[in-house]
């Protein structure tokens, strides 16, 4: 079952647990309830918010992925269960001796990914793709050339136009879409730590104190999601209201968790789907197969121009 994403930002919110549900009490509206297995994400927008030690104790014992907004409305914290897979320790030893060239035949499966999304999200748009999908048969082993960056430098101004620059600390669309990658960075660590690995050590992304570079490794092909939803909203919406203020865009964004998306063979719900490649990594990453089940295409897009998204040993 797919759990639900729910986000809780009424000032004045109070959560506690009984019998395995999630109580909700907020001022001037009824007390309202939720099963706590039924849940897959809880983000909490209120400065106000208060909770029961139960809740935290519950919400993780369930899988839960917990976020915490500051006041700009941007997740500030997250909170996943620390136990795994209950075979993790075996998993774990094996990650840690994963050989060099692993790594970076994964890291090229996941850029190669990546660009191929972006590529779908400008087709999307009815944008040319501005020779995405070259750049990226070109991705080498650990991309050496940096493919990556230099599709980079394509992809934005075509879709968010000549004047936009990626830059986190940057308003507009820069904010939305820090929102977005850390919702979905934040269900692709949860992803991860449920299959046994360690989050913290990446195969590419390296920093002492980042503790989920796994996480960031895993999250670049899912990004695209996050950019076309944002082309979305900014086509519907104009520039003075795109803002975390808004609840409904920021709803809007939250529902990428329940878009369906194409890995594999099958279509499946952007949650599960996620888990479907987190537990491809681990496999990858301790011996047991090296295929990886990345997303391909955009929801109701057909992708014709696909190159192959196993690990390759060019």
Same mark, same amino acid.
């Given at each position: 079952?797919?759990?639900?994403?729910?986000?809780?930002?009424?000032?004045?919110?109070?959560?506690?647990?009984?019998?395995?549900?999630?109580?909700?009490?907020?001022?001037?509206?009824?007390?309202?309830?939720?099963?706590?297995?039924?849940?897959?994400?809880?983000?909490?927008?209120?400065?106000?918010?208060?909770?029961?030690?139960?809740?935290?104790?519950?919400?993780?014992?369930?899988?839960?992925?917990?976020?915490?907004?500051?006041?700009?409305?941007?997740?500030?914290?997250?909170?996943?269960?620390?136990?795994?897979?209950?075979?993790?320790?075996?998993?774990?030893?094996?990650?840690?001796?994963?050989?060099?060239?692993?790594?970076?035949?994964?890291?090229?499966?996941?850029?190669?990914?990546?660009?191929?999304?972006? =590529?779908?999200? @400008?087709?999307?748009?009815?944008?040319?793709? *501005?020779? #995405?999908?070259? $750049?990226?048969?070109? &991705?080498?082993? %650990?991309?050496?050339?940096?493919?990556?960056?230099?599709?980079?430098?394509?992809?934005?101004?075509?879709?968010?136009?000549?004047?936009?620059?990626?830059?986190?600390?940057?308003?507009?669309?820069?904010?939305?879409?820090?929102?977005?990658?850390?919702?979905?960075?934040?269900?692709?660590?949860?992803?991860?730590?449920?299959?046994?690995?360690?989050?913290?050590?990446?195969?590419?992304?390296?920093?002492?104190?980042?503790?989920?570079?796994?996480?960031?490794?895993?999250?670049?092909?899912?990004?695209?999601?996050?950019?076309?939803?944002?082309?979305?909203?900014?086509?519907?919406?104009?520039?003075? =209201?795109?803002? @975390?203020?808004?609840?409904?865009?920021?709803? *809007?964004? #939250?529902?990428? $968790?329940?878009?369906? &998306?194409?890995? %594999?063979?099958?279509?499946?719900?952007?949650?599960?789907?996620?888990?479907?490649?987190?537990?491809?990594?681990?496999?990858?990453?301790?011996?047991?197969?090296?295929?990886?089940?990345?997303?391909?295409?955009?929801?109701?897009?057909?992708?014709?121009?696909?190159?192959?998204?196993?690990?390759?040993?060019?």
């Amino acid at each position: 079952m797919v759990g639900k994403t729910v986000e809780f930002a009424t000032p004045g919110t109070r959560l506690s647990v009984t019998n395995k549900q999630l109580v909700i009490a907020r001022p001037e509206h009824r007390r309202e309830s939720i099963p706590i297995e039924d849940l897959g994400v809880v983000i909490v927008d209120d400065a106000r918010a208060t909770y029961t030690q139960a809740v935290f104790i519950e919400l993780t014992n369930a899988g839960t992925c917990v976020l915490i907004c500051g006041r700009d409305h941007l997740p500030a914290s997250m909170m996943i269960p620390l136990v795994g897979h209950h075979g993790q320790t075996e998993r774990q030893l094996a990650q840690v001796k994963t050989s060099v060239p692993t790594k970076k035949r994964v890291w090229q499966a996941l850029v190669k990914a990546k660009i191929i999304q972006q =590529a779908a999200v @400008l087709s999307h748009f009815s944008v040319h793709n *501005r020779g #995405l999908i070259q $750049l990226a048969s070109r &991705v080498k082993s %650990g991309d050496p050339q940096n493919v990556e960056a230099h599709a980079a430098q394509r992809y934005w101004p075509a879709l968010l136009g000549d004047s936009f620059r990626r830059n986190r600390d940057q308003p507009d669309y820069n904010a939305l879409l820090n929102y977005g990658y850390a919702v979905i960075r934040a269900t692709v660590a949860r992803a991860i730590v449920a299959t046994g690995l360690i989050p913290s050590f990446g195969v590419h992304h390296k920093n002492r104190r980042n503790p989920f570079c796994l996480a960031d490794d895993l999250l670049e092909p899912y990004r695209p999601f996050v950019d076309w939803r944002v082309k979305q909203i900014a086509l519907d919406t104009s520039k003075d =209201a795109m803002s @975390l203020e808004s609840r409904p865009i920021r709803a *809007r964004l #939250l529902s990428l $968790l329940n878009e369906s &998306v194409n890995i %594999g063979e099958r279509s499946e719900p952007m949650l599960v789907a996620i888990q479907t490649s987190a537990d491809s990594l681990r496999k990858a990453l301790t011996g047991d197969g090296i295929d990886l089940l990345l997303p391909h295409g955009m929801p109701l897009v057909d992708v014709a121009e696909e190159i192959e998204l196993q690990v390759s040993e060019t």
